[in-house]
């Protein structure tokens, strides 16, 4: 743990393991920090916040600067720990390093931009500004999905804004999160700015960095149940939330797309980490028209992933996180398979012996989904491609938003027309539009209803750890 400018050692204290979901086995241990743990790092934001919101932006922006440095400089060694603790292939591994380094440049340049506005006022002897401050302490819970880009998406803005931070990774991960403070801090930054709790338990540390009354705001990344409980206990001291929670993307093929394309596109999104994203597709729609084509395509593209741990070479598909998450996806697909779905390529657990010791679920597509099935309301968090057709172009944003979720949805089509519709029609934060990567540091990110509250990154992101102070001048 992290706690004041320091790696604390507790060598007589309770230890959990780190485990590779590709063959069980231990990658590290480390402390099992607890409430205690919690309030001492809030003290060490606390005291440090006066001092850290004080200084100038340029100081702020040159440490995040030499962060990202940093991380990238150490891309290979992270990316390595990334594929072995969380399995996404090395490739997409280091693609997530860059996108986290990107966040922390980006933000380097944003703090320099924290503008405030002069307002005229009805009465002449009277004039307006706004100025912005830090919020405060800022408490950042992160998932084990994205486990080094999740982290700076939070922490580059606190503390470009001027905010101090206590962070708590994901049990799953949190060999990938040292690493990463690691290299955040090897840079000037004052002591007590980043804090870090790891913990196999979240629900004591998370009440205290929920509760304690000097964090100001709290930044939480997971499942929408635990997005729940946080907001609530939130709610009850006023506090400020983000909360980037579950998604249940529409994928939307019209009949003047390339099926072929789409398909190609179809399968690079579902399958990147192993289906895990919040932005994952989870209903495919495919016109009558050219749904066959599709369906060949995509089934073909699928059947050819290679499953394996993300660190050998020719892996382009990687384990799930745990056992729960394959019992999840195998439940989803019997159950849609009882119900009259078409198995087109999968379906079942992979247990070859090279893979047995893993959580490996074949890459499946399954095809004739209705909405009596649990996948067409369930995420799915796995590595299942569901696909419906339609025939009418009126019904097909009615179904697509046929959801409690709303983070991203996708449109292949050829007409500029129906491409604006999607923009005006579809209820989710996020919307591709023949774009499987509708992502950046500087775009903002978040979603609606059950997808939960507040946007990262771009100009938005950073406005999420300021407060907007009006000022009033008699002259
Ligand atoms: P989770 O919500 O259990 O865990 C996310 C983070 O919250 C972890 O750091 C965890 O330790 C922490 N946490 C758990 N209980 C807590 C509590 N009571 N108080 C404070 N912190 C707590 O998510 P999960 O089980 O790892 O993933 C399951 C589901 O979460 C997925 O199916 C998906 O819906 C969602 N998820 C979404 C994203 C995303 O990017 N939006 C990422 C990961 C998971």
């Given at each position: 743990m992290?706690?004041?400018?320091?790696?604390e050692q507790f060598p007589d204290r309770q230890h959990f393991v780190s485990v590779n979901p590709a063959n069980g086995q231990a990658l590290g241990s480390l402390p099992d920090g607890t409430a205690e743990d919690a309030v001492r790092a809030i003290d060490a934001a606390a005291a440090s916040l006066q001092s850290w919101s004080a200084t100038s932006p340029y100081f702020r922006a040159d440490i995040l600067q030499k962060a990202a440095a940093n991380v990238t400089r150490e891309r290979e060694t992270i990316a390595e720990l990334m594929s072995l603790e969380q399995g996404k292939p090395l490739k997409a591994a280091r693609n997530e390093i860059n996108y986290a380094a990107d966040f922390l440049r980006w933000y380097a340049e944003e703090a320099k931009r924290i503008y405030g506005r002069t307002i005229p006022s009805a009465r002449a002897d009277q004039r307006f500004l706004t100025v912005?401050?830090?919020?405060?302490?800022?408490?950042?819970?992160?998932p084990w999905n994205y486990p080094v880009s999740m982290i700076t998406r939070k922490l580059a803005p606190a503390l470009a804004a001027g905010c101090t931070i206590v962070l708590k990774p994901a049990e799953s991960t949190p060999l990938c999160a040292k690493a990463m403070i690691d290299a955040i801090t090897d840079?000037?930054?004052?002591?007590?700015?980043v804090n870090m709790i790891t913990c196999s338990q979240p629900a004591a540390v998370g009440e205290i960095l929920v509760t304690?009354?000097?964090?100001?705001?709290?930044?939480?990344?997971?499942?929408?149940a635990v997005g729940r409980h946080i907001a609530a206990q939130a709610g009850q001291a006023l506090k400020r939330v983000s909360l980037e929670?579950?998604?249940?993307?529409p994928f939307i093929v019209y009949d003047d797309a390339d099926p072929v394309h789409a398909a190609k596109g179809a399968a690079l999104v579902k399958f990147l980490n192993t289906g895990q994203a919040c932005i994952s597709p989870n209903r495919i729609f495919v016109h009558e028209n050219i749904h066959d084509e599709f369906v060949s395509t995509l089934a073909a593209r699928t059947s050819k992933l290679q499953a394996g741990s993300g660190i050998e070479p020719d892996v382009t598909v990687g384990p799930l996180i745990n056992?729960?998450?394959?019992?999840?996806?195998?439940?989803?697909?019997n159950d849609a398979v009882s119900k009259g779905a078409v198995l087109q390529t999968g379906g079942f657990r992979l247990d070859e012996p090279h893979l047995s010791d893993g959580h490996f679920f074949a890459p499946t597509v399954l095809t004739g989904i209705t909405d009596s099935m649990l996948i067409y309301r369930e995420e799915t968090f796995g590595p299942v491609a569901a696909v419906m057709s339609f025939n009418d172009d009126d019904d097909i944003y009615a179904l697509a938003n046929d959801t409690h979720y709303g983070l991203a949805a996708y449109v292949y089509t050829q007409s500029l027309q129906r491409s604006y519709e999607a923009m005006e029609k579809l209820k989710f934060g996020i919307i591709g539009i023949n774009d499987i990567n509708p992502t950046s540091a500087a775009a903002p990110f978040g979603g609606t209803g059950d997808s939960g509250l507040g946007r990262e990154g771009g100009m938005e992101g950073i406005s999420e750890?300021?407060?907007?102070?009006?000022?009033g001048l008699s002259i």
């Amino acid at each position: 743990m992290y706690i004041d400018g320091c790696w604390e050692q507790f060598p007589d204290r309770q230890h959990f393991v780190s485990v590779n979901p590709a063959n069980g086995q231990a990658l590290g241990s480390l402390p099992d920090g607890t409430a205690e743990d919690a309030v001492r790092a809030i003290d060490a934001a606390a005291a440090s916040l006066q001092s850290w919101s004080a200084t100038s932006p340029y100081f702020r922006a040159d440490i995040l600067q030499k962060a990202a440095a940093n991380v990238t400089r150490e891309r290979e060694t992270i990316a390595e720990l990334m594929s072995l603790e969380q399995g996404k292939p090395l490739k997409a591994a280091r693609n997530e390093i860059n996108y986290a380094a990107d966040f922390l440049r980006w933000y380097a340049e944003e703090a320099k931009r924290i503008y405030g506005r002069t307002i005229p006022s009805a009465r002449a002897d009277q004039r307006f500004l706004t100025v912005q401050a830090a919020v405060g302490v800022v408490a950042a819970i992160t998932p084990w999905n994205y486990p080094v880009s999740m982290i700076t998406r939070k922490l580059a803005p606190a503390l470009a804004a001027g905010c101090t931070i206590v962070l708590k990774p994901a049990e799953s991960t949190p060999l990938c999160a040292k690493a990463m403070i690691d290299a955040i801090t090897d840079t000037p930054i004052p002591d007590g700015v980043v804090n870090m709790i790891t913990c196999s338990q979240p629900a004591a540390v998370g009440e205290i960095l929920v509760t304690d009354p000097r964090v100001a705001k709290i930044t939480f990344t997971g499942s929408t149940a635990v997005g729940r409980h946080i907001a609530a206990q939130a709610g009850q001291a006023l506090k400020r939330v983000s909360l980037e929670l579950g998604g249940h993307a529409p994928f939307i093929v019209y009949d003047d797309a390339d099926p072929v394309h789409a398909a190609k596109g179809a399968a690079l999104v579902k399958f990147l980490n192993t289906g895990q994203a919040c932005i994952s597709p989870n209903r495919i729609f495919v016109h009558e028209n050219i749904h066959d084509e599709f369906v060949s395509t995509l089934a073909a593209r699928t059947s050819k992933l290679q499953a394996g741990s993300g660190i050998e070479p020719d892996v382009t598909v990687g384990p799930l996180i745990n056992e729960a998450a394959i019992q999840k996806v195998e439940n989803q697909v019997n159950d849609a398979v009882s119900k009259g779905a078409v198995l087109q390529t999968g379906g079942f657990r992979l247990d070859e012996p090279h893979l047995s010791d893993g959580h490996f679920f074949a890459p499946t597509v399954l095809t004739g989904i209705t909405d009596s099935m649990l996948i067409y309301r369930e995420e799915t968090f796995g590595p299942v491609a569901a696909v419906m057709s339609f025939n009418d172009d009126d019904d097909i944003y009615a179904l697509a938003n046929d959801t409690h979720y709303g983070l991203a949805a996708y449109v292949y089509t050829q007409s500029l027309q129906r491409s604006y519709e999607a923009m005006e029609k579809l209820k989710f934060g996020i919307i591709g539009i023949n774009d499987i990567n509708p992502t950046s540091a500087a775009a903002p990110f978040g979603g609606t209803g059950d997808s939960g509250l507040g946007r990262e990154g771009g100009m938005e992101g950073i406005s999420e750890y300021l407060e907007t102070k009006t000022v009033g001048l008699s002259i």
